[in-house]
C-alpha cells in the first residue's frame, strides 16, 4: 500500500524565513520533548489508560456477520442518531465511499434536533424496514434522547412495542447511563463503546464499526489501515515519523504565535473529514487549564476548507489577512475516476487547459496555491493520501488522532476531556426542566 504522505517544506525557514520558519535547531531542540510526548502517549495505550490506539487490532468478524444477517434480513434503511463524536466519523467515512458499490443498508444520519430535518427525514424511510442505530456514550445527549424518544414512540404506535423494540441499536457505555438501562428494559440489541475511549476517538469502535458495517463498507479494510499507520507512529524515528513531524510543526508555530491550523483537502469526498477533524483539533486542544491547573486558555482554531471551491472564498484570508495560521493541503494522490478536457471546444486563450485531465487541473491549482503562499511567507505543509480506498480513510483517522494525542502532551493539557461541551449540555438540561 502507498502511504499516507506529511511533506513540511513549506515551514521550514529556509522556505519561508522570518517570523514562521522553522529552522534545524528548533527542530532539535524539539526532538526530546516529542520523543516524551510519545512515550506518554505509549505509556497510556500500554495502561489500558489511553483506548483509541488499541482499536485498529479489534477482530471485526463476528460484527461483520451480524451486520451481514441483518442486511439478508427484511432491512433496508438504518439511521444513525447521534452528535459529535457519536457520529462526525462514521457520517465523514461513509461520505468518503462510493455509496453506489456498498452493497448493504441504505445509511442516513440525524444529529440536529431541526424540526424540518427530523421531519423529511421520518418521511423518507421506510418506517417498518427501517434499524435506528441510537448512539450517545453518557446516554443524557438532549439531541440525541429526544430524537430516539420520538422516533421510538412512533415505532410503537405503528408496529407495536415487540417489534418496535427490535428496529432499535443502542451503542453506548457498557454499564452505565440512561439509555443501557433503557436497551436493559426493552431487550434492545447494543454495542459498547469502551470506557477508555472518548466520543470524537470512538469511530473505530462500534459507534463508527457498526453503521459502517450495515452500509457494507469494509471495515477490515479500515481496521488495517488504521494498524499499519499506527504502527508507524509507535516504532519509526522521529524524523521519518509522519505524526511526530506534524505535531511538532503545529506545536512550533502555535509557540510563536499560530492561532488556526487550516486542512484545505481537494478532494470533495474528503469534506466529511474535514469536518471531523475540525471536532478533533477544536474539542481536544481547547481547555482553559493545563494539568497544573493554571490558567491557559490553549486551543488552536481548526478549519476545514475544501479545494479547489475555496480558493474563491476563504484563500484570500489565508493569502493575505491576519498572518496567523498554517495551511495543511491535502488530496489524493490518484483518483478512481477523471476526465479530460477536450481540444478545440475552447477559445485559444484558454487552449492551454485542452489535453489536461481534471485531476491534472486539480494538481495544478493545489500546488499554486501552496507556492503563492509560500512567496507570501506564510506556512503550509502537505498531507497526502493515496487513494480514498478504507485502508488510507483508516491511516488519516489514526493520523489525526494520534497527532491529536501528542499536541496534548506538549501542550500540557488533557486532549481526552470537554469540560465546556459539558457545561452547555448541563444548562439545556436546566433550562428545559
Ligand atoms: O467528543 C466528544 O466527547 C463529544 O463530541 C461527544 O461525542 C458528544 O457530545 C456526544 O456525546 P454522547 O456520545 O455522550 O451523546
Redesign the pocket.
Known amino acids: 500500500m502507498t502511504e499516507l504522505s506529511y511533506e513540511n517544506d513549506g515551514v521550514s525557514d529556509e522556505a519561508i524565513g522570518d517570523p514562521w520558519g522553522i529552522s534545524d535547531e528548533t527542530r532539535d531542540a524539539l526532538a526530546d520533548r516529542l520523543g516524551r510526548a510519545r512515550q506518554s502517549v505509549i505509556d497510556g495505550h500500554s495502561s489500558g489508560n489511553l483506548g483509541f490506539l488499541g482499536l485498529p487490532d479489534a477482530n471485526p468478524s463476528g460484527l461483520t456477520a451480524w451486520a451481514h444477517r441483518k442486511r439478508e434480513g427484511r432491512w433496508t434503511d438504518a439511521v444513525v442518531i447521534?452528535?459529535?463524536?457519536?457520529?462526525?466519523g462514521t457520517e465523514a467515512i461513509f461520505q468518503s465511499a462510493d455509496s453506489s458499490q456498498l452493497d448493504g443498508l441504505n445509511l442516513h444520519f440525524s444529529s440536529n434536533i431541526d424540526p424540518r430535518s427530523v421531519d423529511r427525514l421520518l418521511d423518507t424511510v421506510p418506517l417498518d424496514t427501517t434499524l435506528f442505530i441510537v448512539?450517545?456514550?453518557?446516554?443524557?445527549?438532549v439531541?440525541?434522547?429526544s430524537q430516539f424518544a420520538i422516533i421510538f414512540e412512533r415505532l410503537v404506535d405503528q408496529l407495536g412495542s415487540g417489534r418496535a423494540a427490535a428496529q432499535i441499536i443502542a451503542v453506548?457505555s457498557p454499564d452505565s447511563?440512561e439509555l443501557r438501562s433503557l436497551a436493559d428494559r426493552h431487550g434492545f440489541e447494543s454495542f459498547d463503546?469502551p470506557p477508555n475511549v472518548?466520543?470524537?476517538?470512538?469511530v473505530l469502535t462500534p459507534?463508527g464499526l457498526v453503521p459502517l458495517a450495515l452500509a457494507g463498507y469494509p471495515i477490515q479494510e479500515l481496521l488495517d489501515g488504521a494498524a499499519s499507520m499506527r504502527d508507524r507512529f509507535l516504532e519509526r524515528d522521529p524524523e521519518n515519523n509522519a505524526i511526530l513531524r506534524a505535531a511538532g510543526d503545529i506545536f512550533s508555530l502555535y509557540q510563536r504565535g499560530m492561532q488556526e491550523l487550516v486542512l484545505m483537502n481537494y478532494a470533495d469526498d474528503l469534506e466529511g473529514l474535514g469536518e471531523w477533524f475540525r471536532?478533533?483539533i477544536g474539542?481536544?486542544l481547547a481547555k482553559a487549564e493545563n494539568r497544573r491547573a493554571d490558567t491557559v486558555h490553549a486551543g488552536i482554531t481548526p478549519i476545514a476548507a475544501t479545494g479547489a471551491v475555496d480558493q474563491h472564498s476563504q484563500v484570500q484570508l489565508f493569502m493575505e489577512g491576519p498572518d496567523r495560521r498554517l495551511v495543511i493541503f491535502g488530496g489524493l494522490d490518484t483518483f478512481d475516476a477523471d476526465i479530460e478536457i477536450p481540444d478545440h471546444a475552447l477559445p485559444e486563450r484558454l487552449n492551454h487547459l485542452a489535453g489536461h485531465s481534471l485531476a491534472d487541473v486539480m494538481d495544478a491549482e493545489r500546488t499554486a496555491t501552496r507556492e503563492a503562499l509560500q512567496e507570501a511567507g506564510r506556512p503550509t505543509a502537505e498531507l497526502m493520501l493515496p487513494d480514498l480506498r478504507p485502508a488510507s480513510i483508516g491511516a488519516f483517522v489514526i493520523f489525526w488522532e494520534s497527532a491529536t494525542a501528542i499536541l496534548g502532551e506538549l501542550l500540557d493539557i488533557d486532549a481526552f476531556n470537554?469540560p465546556g461541551?459539558e457545561r452547555g449540555?448541563r444548562i439545556a438540561h436546566e433550562k428545559l426542566l
Open positions: 447521534g452528535i459529535g463524536g457519536s457520529s462526525l448512539v450517545t456514550k453518557s446516554g443524557t445527549t439531541e440525541t434522547m453506548t447511563g463503546i472518548g466520543g470524537r476517538f470512538s459507534v471536532q478533533l474539542e481536544s470537554q461541551v449540555k
